[in-house]
């Protein structure tokens, strides 16, 4: 039974910072690489991160670069997505997903059928 659950979604105030959190169980995490995608209301979903499971090598959109940072810890079946310097249009639903690729291939960012499980997802709103 493979689950993604994502958590540390909130308010913040444009400047702030969050880090969201996706816990995965039912398969061996560090066997595989795991996308951040958000999606907010009325548009479709778009990549945000990718982090491969062989060094952790790590990919982002161009709207976050400088600003978003992804990890993982295989430790704990996580991974994480920290984010700072957070702007109004930040504001959407993040999940994490996985297409059962031991790397980030190169349409990461926008073949989202290709990802076979993701997460329900967890709100963050960047407001005043």
């Known amino acids: 039974q493979v689950q993604f659950v994502e958590s540390g979604g909130g308010l913040v105030q444009p400047g702030g910072s969050l880090r969201l959190s996706c816990v995965v169980s039912?398969?061996?995490?560090?066997?595989?690489?795991i996308g951040w995608f958000r999606q907010a209301p009325g548009k479709e979903r778009e990549g945000v991160s990718c982090?491969?499971?062989?060094?952790?090598?790590?990919y982002y959109a161009d709207s976050v670069k400088g600003r978003f940072t992804i990890s993982r810890d295989n430790h704990k079946n996580t991974v994480y997505l920290e984010m700072s310097s957070l702007k109004p249009e930040d504001t959407a639903v993040y999940y994490c997903?996985?297409?059962?690729?031991?790397?980030?291939?190169?349409?990461?960012?926008?073949?989202?059928?290709?990802?076979?499980?993701w997460g329900q997802g967890t709100q963050v709103t960047v407001s005043s």
């Open positions: 997903a996985t297409a059962l690729l031991t790397t980030c291939a190169t349409d990461w960012d926008t073949d989202v059928d290709e990802y076979d499980y």
């Open positions: 982090i491969s499971s062989r060094h952790g090598s790590t």
């Open positions: 039912g398969f061996t995490l560090d066997y595989y690489a």
